[in-house]
């Protein structure tokens, strides 16, 4: 646990003055498309996604997190996600387009990582071993939101790394004694439901079962899946 | 019985064994159920098949009156309903000695059934994968990230299949992502990690192929069991090549 924090210290210590401007280009990149959306924002954001999941991978997890076991793997898992965004930057896939619906969710969960230092804060922690909104699982949630906010036609493959990442700040919660990713946590689990209900209802014209068995095994795993991370964090 | 007639049953039966080798049914019962068939209408049938083809010869009893065919066999998904659901209509046109144009129209029923919802699909997939891994030692975090994992990797196997990527490509990008994936419980220092990177992959084994070329083989079918073994033994070594690439990542820390 120690590695762990004495990682995050070094990294903002490090860092704060590249995280302060990458927060700043999301917050501009994310009013612009939410106020005036045009071509060249979505094809901006998806290229700043893509920049930030290998600042994670590279920055964070091989420059700061070396000193941590298996730190290489996530920077992998991270490498994964950039190629996700390539991907949908590529085929052009996602549209980023506000669909009506779910957007107070998503503008919820847009503001969730900037809450990371203030939960630290909260707890006791001061600058620099703190969460900060560029740790993994605070970016991780800022993509989510994104997701949720702009969900006509979304990257899947980002959304399901990001369910992955959920799954796995859920034991870090425990683990590495970091509550902050509590927030991931509770904003992925609903994502879950809404996404993959979206999905089944898209695909489930002329298929077996009918939709409404489909949503409620989606509800059932979902309800397992948060079953499971109150019984062990409690 | 006229010629028409013969060539009318040729096309059927012609369909209908393509159906059933591309749904992964094993040939001994392709052929049996074909006979079947020829049998109810009046007919002998001879069939050889091989991975891609199928050949059959059609011929009235007694005569010589007959139609041969070469037909290609598609590329269907296992289909367990299919192999109940066309056996059974070949006992049916047997017992109830059913006309051709009955038994044309039950086919195209059972063919043209819904198929599975992919979401229910994939999320069956990931639960079994779950269990698997829990049934091999695995505590509840690493099920649930073989479950997550899971999901990935069969995600990017159905996408790439939709994409018409050649499926061995399909099995070494979908085993090294669900793997790379279950690899990242490593990182919390899960005792039962290992379990998860293990199971992550199982969804993709392919059991049917298996199984069917053994029971070909053992029915005397050697040329197609072959086939289908040699099949079922190159998504094997697809699957050991991606979760090598992951192991190699992961464990020799080749980064």
Known sequence: MEAFWDSIAAYNAATWLWQSVSIVVAAVLTSILWFRPRTW??????????????????????????VREYSSVLAIFWCLVA??????????????????????????????????????????????????????????????????????????????????????????????????????????????????????????????????????????????VGACMVLEYV | MTQEYVTQ???????????????GVHTSRVVRNSKRIGDALGVDVHIHTSQKTASLTVCEKGTSVMNTRIVDI???PISFEWNADLSALSWAAYDGKLSLEEINKRFEALVSKPRMNPVFVLFMASLANASFCRLFGGDIWAMLVTFTATLIGFFTRQHLTRKGVNHYIVFIISAFVASLCASTALSLGLKTAEIAIATSALYLVPGVPLINGVIDI??????IGISRLVNALMLIVCIAIGMSATLMLVKDSLL
């Not at chain 1, 924002?41 to 070396?66: E, P, T």
């Open chain 1, 83 to 224: 190629v996700a965004w390539i991907y949908d930057l590529a085929t052009r896939f996602s549209t980023f387009q506000k669909s009506g619906k779910y957007r107070p969710w998503g503008v919820v969960m847009l503001f969730l990582p900037l809450a990371y230092p203030l939960i630290s804060l909260a707890r006791g922690l001061s600058f620099p071993e703190m969460a900060t909104p560029m740790l993994p699982s605070a970016v991780a949630l800022y993509m989510l939101g994104m997701l949720m906010a702009f969900n006509r036609k979304i990257n899947f493959f980002a959304f399901i790394f990001i369910v992955h990442w959920a799954v796995i700040a859920i034991s870090k919660i425990v683990i590495f004694n970091i509550p902050e990713d509590i927030l991931l946590a509770a904003a992925c689990l609903p994502a879950m439901f809404i996404f993959f209900r979206e999905a089944a209802r898209a695909a489930g014209k002329g298929c077996k079962p009918p939709v409404k068995y489909v949503e409620l095994l989606i509800l059932a795993v979902v309800v397992v």
């Open chain 2, 74 to 76: 598609p590329a269907f």
């Open chain 2, 9 to 23: 049953i040729a096309d059927f039966i012609t369909r209908y064994l393509s159906y059933m080798l591309g749904a």
């Open chain 1, 41 to 66: 924002v979505k094809i901006a954001v998806k290229v700043y996604m893509v920049v930030v999941s290998l600042w994670i991978a590279l920055v964070y997890y091989m420059k700061f997190g070396a």
């Open chain 2, 218 to 223: 053992t029915d005397g079918h050697i040329q």
